[in-house]
Structure formats: C-alpha cells, structure tokens
C-alpha cells in the first residue's frame, strides 16, 4: 500500500502549478491527496502520511497540538519574502511562524521532518534562528519556476497586453470581514504589523498606502483606456474577486478592465502580458525570472515612501532592479519603452539568495528526490486507512456540490477559498500533462 500524500493548496492560482508539478513526479511512488482551507477543520479526521503544508501556522491551525498529527510535516513556502536586513524579521516569523506560545511554537518546530527554503538567505534567517532547525532544512529554490511548471503560451504578438497586478488584499479581503476588524486587529497587534516610521505602530499608515495604490490604479486604467487598451487585473489571492466584478460592471461605461480568469495559474497570467504594471510586492521575483517588461507604481507618490511597513513589501530589495516612474506623466512616457531588468551583477547575487536562481529549474526535483528517497517505502494494507481516504474524498465532492448550489445562487470563489472536488482534483492532474 502506497504512502500517502496531503498537499495544502493555501492560494488557488498560486499554489495549484507546484501542486500539479509534484503529484506528476510524485504520483507513481505516493497516494496523493489535495486541500484548502475548507478541509482544515477536518482534516485531523484522517491519517496521511506526509503533509506538506506552506507555514507552520498552517498545521497548527489543523492539528492544535502536535501530538494530534501522526504523520510527518513538511514546510514548503508559497512566498517570495527576501532575507535582507531590513526585513529579515518579517522572514522569519513566515518561517518559523507567529505563534505567541512559544511552549506550542517549539513544539511545532520540532515537529517538522524538513523545511523546503527558496534560497540561501532563507537558509541563514533559519540558521540564526536555529541550528537545530537549519539541519533540517533544504534548499530547492522558486517552486513556481522549476521547469516542470513552464507551459507553452499562446500569444497575439500584434496586441499589447497590459496585466495589473492587484494588491488591495486590505481593501478588498476575501472573507469580507469588516473594515473596523482589520483596523483592530493591527491596533491589538495581532498580526505583528509593525511601521518604519512610527513607534506605536500606526494602522492607518497601511490605509494610507493601500488608498493611495488604488487611486493610481484609476488613473493607470484611465490613461491605457484613452491609448485602447483593456487592461486586466489579476486579483490577488487573497482578495474578493467577486468585489471586483461588481466594480466592472457598475462603471463599465467609462472605466474598461479586465478580469483574469479564475483557473489561470499565476505563472500563465504573467506569461500573457507584454507588460506588467504592479505595486510594492513579492511577484516581481516571478517577472524578474520570466524577464518581463514592468512598470513600478511605488514611487508616483513621494508621500507613500513615509508610510512603509516593515512587514509587508515596501522595502523588499528587489524592487530598485525595476523601472519605477515618478509621477503620471513619466509612466506613461515609459509605457511603450523596454522596460525588463537588466540582470547584472547585484540582480544575479539578490536572486540566488533568495530563489537559488539560476537554479530555481530544478527545485521540485529536489523534492521528489528527496521524498522518494527518505519516504518512499509502502506501507502494510490497512482497510481502515483505505476507507478514511476515500471518506476524505466524498467529504471534498460534498462540499465541492455545496459550492455548486451556491454558485447557481450568485456565490463566487475566490483564490482562498474554493472547492476541490473530482472535476478540480482532474484539472490540476492533467495541468501539465
């Protein structure tokens, strides 16, 4: 009887391509298994081998204690979050995790058989954190770019395609909690957010950024409209895209975008887009190692320079390696020019640091490697355990037909909550078949 494997998909559109890359490496030697956040409050119900989980919060969410996982956690992140200096602390509570019992935090971080880091930054945040934990840990690079995860794209090479990555996750959350709870919860601190230029870590310097984004996202969309251009937004995956829907489609007259499409990976969105307009974030290091023409929107404003936050992406180094306009009137100069990064020699030592570039093409053979060597061993036939798997998969079809009720009443899914039934666990199989 195979071992079997339980692969969190935290991030539908993110997580999806290395979810389909391992189980073709992987589905010969291991029983493979998918799920999201729905499965969380079931999934210690059943009894998988091997979890790959993308942070420790994740399996402590599920399981509580430790002692309630019988099977082996394994750490692969899902973000590109750099190890400078500057923002190294924000790396490290993304991986070892911002539980504030840290009895339980310890606990967890024994738990883990194996942490799978992007790049060698990574590797000396862990290794200051914990030699104990550094020898336990492997450095694979990007998984999203290993090149398995590369499809041929069809293009129109007579258009100019213009992709906007959205990042209002603030604005716009997907479970559509309150505004007045997400001010709260960075007032208690609950999430760690802490600001560069204020002592008593100001919630609305966030707001004022976040505000700021979105109104040169209006402007942006305006000028492309005036020059024929649709452009389309790639909601970030942690926003309501359905929110967005309803924005097109109430100022639809005068405001033209696009919606990218729900199941679109998010490695084929980039790969469409003759040009990429973004603000502050971790998706510059998938344009940088697709060699992308992008447009920076962080410095139209010297203003949002005063409000960054040490926990998000405004200081992340990548960004200085890209074209970032001043104002409206150099965008849109810089529009039709070649704007794709030049990798010199700072780029080169950036990108191997933190995605093991050049190297990140082979980072989910590393994996599987890995698993197949230190995992790979059947295990007895045990009908209990047979049964609890399939039980996990009706569980997941139920809920998967729930989802399709709601949809026939008006319910969309968005990239952090979606269903995985057969017609999902089909598609992300035969992905890249």
Known sequence: MKKSIYFHIDEFNRDTIVAAALYKKLSRHFTFFFGNRIDEVRLKKYNFDIYIFPTVERA????????????????????????????????????????????????????????????????????????????????????????????????????????????????????????????????FDKYNFNYAFSKKSNVEHQWFNAVLDFRFFLDIVKILNKKNIVPEIRPHPRENINNWKKFSKKFNLEFKFKISKFDETFVDW???????????????????????????????????AKHGNLYLDDFDPIIKHFARPKNIKEFTKNLNKNNKIKVNKSLRKLLFNEVNYPYQNNSLKKISDYLIKNEYKNNKFNIFKLFKGYKFIFSQNYTAFKFTIKKILGFKEVGSIFSLGILRYKMIKNLLR
């Open 60 to 187: 402590k969410d599920v399981f509580g204690e430790p002692e309630n996982c019988r099977g082996k956690i394994f750490i692969l992140p899902n973000e590109s979050i750099s190890g400078s200096l500057k923002v190294k602390r924000r790396l490290e509570l993304h991986l070892t995790g911002s539980i504030k019992d840290i009895k339980l935090k310890r606990k967890w971080l024994s738990k883990v058989s194996q942490f799978f880091l992007w790049g060698n930054s990574h590797y000396k945040v862990i290794n200051n954190y914990s030699r104990k934990m550094s020898k336990k840990s492997l450095i694979i690079g990007h998984p999203r770019h290993d090149k398995d995860c590369y499809k041929k794209i069809e293009r129109n090479e007579n258009s100019f395609s213009v992709g906007i990555a959205s990042r209002f996750d603030l604005l716009n959350i997907f479970d559509n909690r309150l505004n007045f709870e997400a001010i709260y919860n960075a007032w």
């Open 270 to 304: 980039i790969n469409r887009q003759k040009l990429i307009i973004s603000t502050a974030s971790t998706s510059l290091y998938d344009c940088a190692l697709l060699n992308k023409n992008v447009l920076v929107i962080d410095k139209l404003s010297p203003e949002r």
